[in-house]
């Protein structure tokens, strides 16, 4: 791949000719200045501006001019409305745009002529047309880098497709487009990154529509196959890379691993197939693209074979899944067992650690098949307790699927809640709930050390826990970990059952600007505010370079959750900003993203 450059230059008079129907703008005056360069993604309406003794506008801009600047030309004495003419028109602008189908003043046209300023009308409504010339400058102004492969839109996915050159890239794309496939570009692809996280593929001008077929030669899609068959450009969606069949390569034959292949710095999903005497690799790419779109969907059929067999012994048989809850009195497990429940677990509470084979067997023996199973193991036990981390040792290893669940909180959280409940904790003594927390710690610790999922619920709500036990166990057809990206502010205390946290303190703060102290992260002017800051680019970057790696490293060791804290001060601004861009950049592994503190003074 090519290195990143800047958008090349774009001038009023490409606009016209490529975006001009799009736009419906007619030229009126200043055709001469065509050459002009338009340097900003974004127009600008002058509004009260057009009152100033000296009006400034911001060089490089289109100026969009509206009833509202229009009726204040026309009803200004003459000499003002020459001024204001003159100032519009000598101006380092590109273009002026007069909207809603208004009659240029004479005096404006006039000006424009004289001064080389392009004027256009257009019927379109301010609004809209604002929208529209956004959407087409920061496409096109935006950087890009330009890979040597194949664009092609299949059932309406955007799919760029890589090889060597002579393995029959376009020939596949050629067989696509007879079985109504659309070309969007052979041979040269321009990549511009569009926002955070959107790519858009487009051709050069010289070889649009066209397609080289060796033995054939130069081939118009467009002229063969009808306007239907064609787009000038397309997001993309999916990388697809072609390569010649080596017997020593081990290629995936399950579908299981999600791969992914970078675009600055956005991950796409990508597949590898190999290329062999005899398989109809046009239809293969069909198949794989029908495939991701089920994906998108939630179906992932390698994932359900994959259940299929993981979940029967040696006999054939299907192994029931055992959710073992445990965890302090007081830390949510009467919450957590609702979740379970609603999920389609069959839940059992405070049954003796020593009828935990007996009852999985039950289960397994039943006549419907009982799948999903919980039990509450906990202090109320008695004296079958002391057993339960043997037990639970001794079914795991004779191949169970079993996964145990702990509920932690720290001390100050689980006597806030007794006091506000009233209720005795079942070890207190002389109504002392602090020693009572302590004794049972100490004697569910060699419980703890076995637990698969650990969550501390100091800080959650009812419904936050729902939704944490809801994303762990919600899914059990597929056994990939689950990312959550977490903001959280160091005033309101240290997220404990985080797996990994970064400090963003060292970052500026949007606190200290009056204007956006109010606002919180997701607010567009705060978010801007962050990014456009090069150390924060730079720490986006290295964090998501390090998860990248880290996050196949922990599914390959068995982990099912990772918590990935992000904190600043107030976690308000800064954590919530940097949280939802790298869980944007990592939205292949299909995150969820929490905001902790985000909603507090």
Request: hydrophobic share 40%; aromatic share 6%.
């Amino acid at each position: 791949m090519k290195s990143i450059k800047l958008g090349t230059g774009l001038d009023v008079r490409e606009l016209y000719s490529a975006w001009g129907g799009e736009l419906e703008i007619k030229i009126i005056a200043g055709e001469d200045g065509l050459r002009r360069e338009i340097r900003s993604n974004r127009v600008q309406k002058p509004g009260l501006r057009m009152i100033e003794p000296n009006i400034q506008l911001e060089e490089g801009k289109i100026q969009i001019l509206g009833r509202t600047e229009i009726s204040y030309i026309n009803k200004s004495l003459p000499a003002e409305q020459v001024r204001i003419t003159e100032i519009l028109s000598s101006q380092d602008l590109p273009c002026i745009i007069i909207s809603k189908g208004l009659t240029p003043p004479e005096l404006l046209i006039k000006a424009c002529n004289k001064n080389e300023m392009p004027l256009f009308i257009t019927e379109l409504h301010t609004g809209r047309l604002i929208s529209t010339l956004n959407g087409i400058l920061e496409e096109r102004l935006a950087p890009f880098v330009s890979v040597h492969g194949v664009l092609i839109d299949i059932h309406g996915l955007g799919i760029l497709i890589l090889g060597k050159s002579g393995i029959g890239k376009s020939e596949c794309a050629l067989d696509l487009i007879i079985r109504g496939s659309k070309l969007v570009t052979d041979d040269v692809v321009e990549i511009r990154k569009v926002g955070t996280s959107k790519l858009v593929g487009s051709g050069p001008e010289i070889i649009r529509y066209l397609m080289e077929i060796r033995g054939v030669g130069i081939i118009n899609i467009k002229d063969l196959f009808g306007t239907a068959s064609v787009m000038d450009r397309r997001e993309i969606d999916m990388v697809i890379e072609l390569a010649h069949w080596d017997p020593d390569t081990d290629y995936d034959r399950l579908g299981i691993d999600q791969n992914s292949f970078t675009v600055m710095e956005v991950d796409l999903p990508y597949l590898v197939l190999p290329v062999s005497s005899g398989r109809n690799m046009a239809t293969i790419i069909e198949v794989a693209v029908r495939n991701q779109l089920l994906k998108s969907t939630g179906v992932y059929g390698a994932e359900k074979f994959e259940d299929r067999s993981a979940r029967r012994d040696i006999k054939g048989k299907i192994v029931t899944h055992l959710v073992i809850l445990s965890g302090l009195s007081g830390s949510g497990k009467s919450t957590a067992v609702k979740a379970l429940e609603d999920l389609g677990y069959f839940c059992v509470d405070n049954l003796p650690p020593t009828l935990l084979p007996t009852f999985i067997e039950l289960c397994s023996n039943s006549a419907e098949h009982i799948k999903k199973t919980a039990l509450v193991i906990d202090i109320r036990e008695g004296v079958f307790f002391e057993r339960a981390p043997e037990m639970i040792r001794e079914i795991k290893e004779k191949g169970s699927w079993v996964e145990l669940l702990f509920l932690d909180s720290t001390d100050e959280a689980l006597v806030k809640r007794y006091k506000e409940t009233r209720r005795k904790h079942p070890l207190s003594t002389n109504g002392n709930i602090l020693k009572g927390i302590t004794k049972e710690r100490k004697m569910l610790s060699k419980i703890r050390v076995l637990a698969d999922h650990v969550i501390d619920t100091s800080q959650l709500n009812v419904h936050q826990l729902r939704e944490i036990i809801q994303d762990i166990f919600g899914k059990t057809l597929s056994r990939k970990i689950t990312i959550n990206f977490l903001s959280f502010g160091y005033k309101y205390g240290f997220p404990y059952d985080a797996d990994v946290v970064f400090d963003a303190r060292f970052l500026p703060s949007p606190y200290f600007i009056e204007k956006l102290k109010d606002l919180t992260g997701l607010n567009k002017k705060v978010r801007d505010f962050i990014l456009k800051n090069k150390d924060t680019r730079k720490f986006i970057k290295k964090l998501v370079d390090l998860l990248r790696f880290l996050i196949p490293k922990y599914e390959k060791e068995g982990k099912s959750y990772l918590t990935v804290a992000i904190g600043c001060t107030g976690g308000k601004h800064r954590s919530v900003v940097i949280a939802t861009e790298i869980a944007e950049r990592l939205k292949h592994v299909s995150p969820t993203v929490w905001h902790r503190d985000i909603s507090k003074s």
